[in-house]
């Protein structure tokens, strides 16, 4: 049977069988069950760490009740980000506009939690009857004396992308606003890392230990007052292409702040970012530095993670994520575990990420855009595949056939960055594939 | 009566969910359904994600991704060609289609549409099209379940010969509850159509192969032969009329309902058995007359444990009615039953489900979230907390344990294997109560003596 429908065809591409077109980054077709979510999901997920700021969703409940405390995105003090903040929209406010609600709500909740700044999502709904949420936030701001920033996260208005362009425009607002007096000349901020399992202290760690000053977590263990400084910074290292490079950008445009892109997944791209950060302050004794950290890390873990590697040799890998980037990093890093990747797709990549991920994966890896489960099982089972790397959605199409599967999405728990990351990763991709449940499986007894 | 709650214009930590998803749970239910929801892609996105995360079950919830011009010109096009599409990938018997706020606020004629998809691509046939109105501006999760309910029912019976089947309508059970009521009826030698059966459909085997559409569901046929049933047994009391399927049936094809509370505790499950039992002609069966008596056994055995405990329970109205139910009959103090549902009914419902059992009154309020809860919690000092898995930081925050039922358990294995109904379901709940409350004595202890 054919898994995928004719419209999906030229959204899925295997590497070295034709020359490499692919359609991408567009609408989901209807009906084809994607795995991807709306604009509204991107703008909530690149803002949700910002952790004093207050998030309020303007519309029905479901947006908010969704996204209640699902990133496990750390926070070192305030915890204002786990809490789901709604106008619950009731019929009346959809006849009558929503705008008196929104702002009553407001002003209810900057009092009762006294937040440095408000985000204000928009909803299907709101950019459907034409509530004025600029015109409230600017209202609440003046009155309340915090930057109170609309996101235009209306979820039809295109796909997750348009949704981090929105949540990018946001923090551009906050961007300029707080004093930068003080500030190294060697110093940075960290765009797209969401401190889940607390991945940013680990690499904010690296950083202090290159003698680099950190001034904003963009948004992980974020705070507002650290993204009012953040045109301070010398440079921005941008990870996760979709979801920051935006604001990277951005800044580029306003401060002239230019960027580097990083990775902090797998040891190759994890040592190379921080290589790429010394080489551009252009300072020896921080290279020299950088060379001893990466060593250092490198001989903690690599004893262990050939013992892993041994094991798993020749195993056969399936990657599904979010963003094109990631995939690029895990490639690799299923590499150093001797692993090979056999099917490799996003939800929301571009044509450049995915000629990149056609350059750097073995012939007949199957690369695919905007991909859905009947699609994704067919692949699994085509491909004999060990284990597959995904998110909630895509971990019952692994076990419901009997395949391992690893959690690499903004809900998981487990540490995944940086070196000690890179043996997490090991662990539990060796966590999954070994165990001896999968004899009992259908797909076991063959 | 304890400190009266501003009324918060804002809602934080929702205590209930919207409308299509109770809907979509609804259709897939269903033998050989795709649940469909005309919208924008997120709304389906969300949802599977939500009820993945507690039954561990692949759902394919099909949208008609609705994108910019859609928005603005109507989203006809998109919705005939996702049907098309998941026709042609599915091959589904029915397709459940729920509309969604973005729909309903555009004003998308669903029915008409759909009337038109018919005569341009199913002259040759095609799967069945059912469907329900579910803006999530109105409403909670339970009425976009009983909704869809509802509308299998209108949309799909007809007359039929009188037959001696029974309908049971059973709300939003677990798919082990779901389980156990079929097997109850079945021991009672009845034939039941259960609407919906999630049972195997969110909780089936490891496969060899991805399921199009998982095995299992309420059959079509028997949907179709409802109105000639002998009965209707409809649990829920908060359910508005015209929500209920039991209701059209009762006007339509005059089938007798019987409408009773889910069957949580002694007393309900107790009214259930009397209906089957009038129902079928059969003395309650010896195996569930043992288990109501090991169950009042054990509750003998265990009385003093759970003894003036203090409670807060919250979720869906028609479950904390029944748990309520339960505590005040095993001499728990339920201090606090709350609910984001505003049927109306609740309230009403608590104060008769503990007349004559619980000590003092709890207090009870609809349309609440968790931050009420929250704020009432803290001066009620509960011994714990019983519902759902999002009460969980509530009951952290005081130091007592969270008793899970319900839906969603996104925190703990097995969400869809706890038993909340009939005498067995009693059982489960009193041992997970008493066992809680010895539990945390002896962690609190210094002694920490291993008997009780």
């Known amino acids: 049977m054919q898994a995928a429908l004719q419209e999906r065809q030229d959204s899925i591409h295997r590497t070295g069988e034709a020359p490499f077109v692919m359609e991408c980054n567009k609408d989901s077709l209807a009906g ?11 703008s909530r ?3 949700y760490p910002i952790a004093d700021a207050l998030h309020l969703v303007h519309g029905p409940i479901g947006c908010a009740v969704y996204t209640w405390d699902i990133r496990g995105a750390l926070s070192s003090g305030p915890e204002l980000h786990r809490l789901s903040f709604s106008t619950d929209m009731q019929e009346t406010d959809v006849i009558f506009g929503g705008e008196k609600k929104l702002y009553n709500a407001l002003v209810e909740l900057i009092d009762r939690h006294a937040p440095k700044a408000a985000f204000v999502y928009s909803t299907c709904i709101v950019g459907i009857i ?15 004396s915090i930057p109170v920033l609309p996101v235009q996260s209306e979820g039809f208005k295109g796909n997750k992308r348009e949704g981090y362009k929105a949540a990018c425009n946001a923090m551009r607002q906050l961007v300029g606003m ?16 969401f401190n889940l399992a607390g991945e940013i202290w680990l690499i904010r760690d690296y950083f202090a230990r290159m003698g680099v000053e950190v001034v904003a ?20 290292v941008v990870q996760c292409s979709g979801s920051t490079m935006d604001l990277a950008r951005m800044m580029e445009e306003d401060y002239g702040i230019p960027s580097l892109r990083v990775s902090y997944f797998g040891v190759e791209d994890m040592a190379e970012s921080l290589y790429a950060v010394a080489a551009f302050f252009k300072d020896e004794e921080m290279m020299r530095r950088t060379r001893e950290l990466v060593k250092e890390e490198l001989s903690l873990i690599m004893p262990e993670l050939m013992r892993y590697r041994q094991a798993l040799a020749g195993k056969r890998a399936a990657i599904y994520v979010g963003g094109a980037f990631k995939a690029f990093s895990l490639v690799k890093a299923f590499r150093t575990i001797g692993m090979q990747v056999v099917m490799v797709g996003s939800q929301t990549g571009t044509p450049e990420d995915y000629a990149e991920l056609a350059e750097i994966t073995d012939p007949g890896t199957i690369i695919v855009d905007d991909s859905n489960p009947l699609e994704l099982s067919s692949f699994l089972q085509e491909k004999e595949v060990d284990i597959f790397v995904g998110g909630v959605k895509e971990r019952p199409i692994a076990y419901k056939l009997g395949v391992a599967f690893c959690d690499h999405n903004h809900e998981r728990k487990e540490m995944l960055a940086g070196f000690a990351g890179m043996l997490n990763f090991a662990r539990e991709v060796y966590g999954s594939v070994m165990s001896p449940v999968w004899r009992f499986v259908p797909r076991g007894e063959k | 009566m304890g400190k009266i709650l501003p009324n918060y214009v804002s809602t934080t930590n929702a205590c209930k969910l919207c409308k299509p998803l109770g809907a979509s749970l609804a259709f897939r239910g269903v033998e050989g359904a795709v649940p469909f929801l005309h919208g924008s892609q997120g709304c389906a996105t969300y949802m599977r994600r939500y009820i993945i995360s507690h039954f561990n079950e692949p759902i394919d919830i099909a949208s008609s991704s609705l994108g910019e011009k859609n928005a603005v010109y109507g989203g006809g096009a998109n919705l ?3 049907l098309k599409n998941v026709t042609e990938k599915y091959h589904p018997a029915l397709i459940g289609i729920a509309t969604t706020c973005l729909t309903e606020t555009i004003g998308d ?3 008409r549409l759909l009337f038109e998809y018919r005569r341009e691509f199913m002259q040759d046939g095609g799967p069945l099209l059912v469907r329900v109105s579910t803006p999530s501006y109105s409403g909670t999760h339970m009425e976009g379940f009983h909704a869809a309910v509802r509308a299998l029912v209108e949309q799909l019976t007809e007359a039929t010969e009188a037959n001696s089947t029974v309908n049971i309508l059973p709300g939003f059970l677990s798919a082990a509850d779901l389980r156990s009521l079929k097997e109850i009826v079945a021991d009672c030698g009845l034939t039941a159509t259960v609407l919906p059966d999630f049972s195997e459909t969110l909780d089936g085997p490891a496969l060899r192969d991805y399921p199009l559409i998982p095995k299992g569901g309420t059959k079509i046929g028997d949907i179709r032969a409802m109105g000639g049933a002998k009965a209707t047994v409809e649990f829920g009391h908060t359910m508005p009329e015209q929500l209920s399927g039991g209701k059209y049936l009762e006007k339509a094809y005059g089938v007798d309902l019987h409408r009773l509370g889910m069957p949580v505790g002694i007393r309900e499950t107790d009214r259930f058995f009397e209906v089957l039992r009038e129902l079928s002609g059969n003395p309650i069966p010896e195996k569930y007359a043992m288990a109501r008596g090991r169950l009042v056994d054990s509750l003998v055995d265990g009385h003093k444990y759970v003894f003036g405990k203090r409670a807060v329970v919250y979720g869906e109205e028609d479950l904390v009615i029944g748990l309520t139910s339960f505590l005040a009959e095993i001499g728990v103090q339920p201090v606090l039953c709350a609910s984001g549902g505003t049927s109306g009914g609740f309230v009403r419902a608590i104060e008769k489900a503990v007349e004559g059992f619980a000590v003092e009154m709890p207090l009870i309020h609809e349309g609440m979230d968790f931050h009420e809860i929250g704020e009432l919690a803290g001066e009620l000092r509960p011994d714990f907390f019983l519902g759902y898995s999002k009460g969980y930081a509530l009951a952290r925050g005081l130091n007592v344990p969270l008793i899970r039922v319900g839906f ?3 925190d703990r294995v097995g969400g869809q294997r706890l038993l909340h109904i009939g005498y067995h379901g009693a059982q489960q709940l009193f041992d997970l109560i008493a066992n809680a409350m010895i539990a945390a004595k002896q962690d609190n202890s210094e002694v920490g003596y291993s008997y009780m």
């Open chain 2, 80 to 82: 005939k060609l996702g």
């Open chain 1, 178 to 193: 707080g004093d930068i007096s003080g500030i190294s000349k060697y110093s940075l901020n960290i765009l797209g890392d």
């Open chain 1, 130 to 144: 034409g509530d004025d949420m600029a015109a409230v936030c600017r209202r609440v701001s003046e009155e309340k």
């Open chain 1, 45 to 47: 997920v690149v803002l």
């Open chain 2, 408 to 410: 969603p358990i996104h």
């Open chain 1, 217 to 236: 977590n963009i948004t992980g263990d974020g705070r507002v007052g650290d993204i009012q400084r953040a045109h301070g910074a010398a440079l921005n």
């Open chain 2, 109 to 111: 004629d669903v029915k």
């Open chain 1, 32 to 42: 084809a069950v994607s795995q991807r979510a709306c604009v509204f999901c991107g």
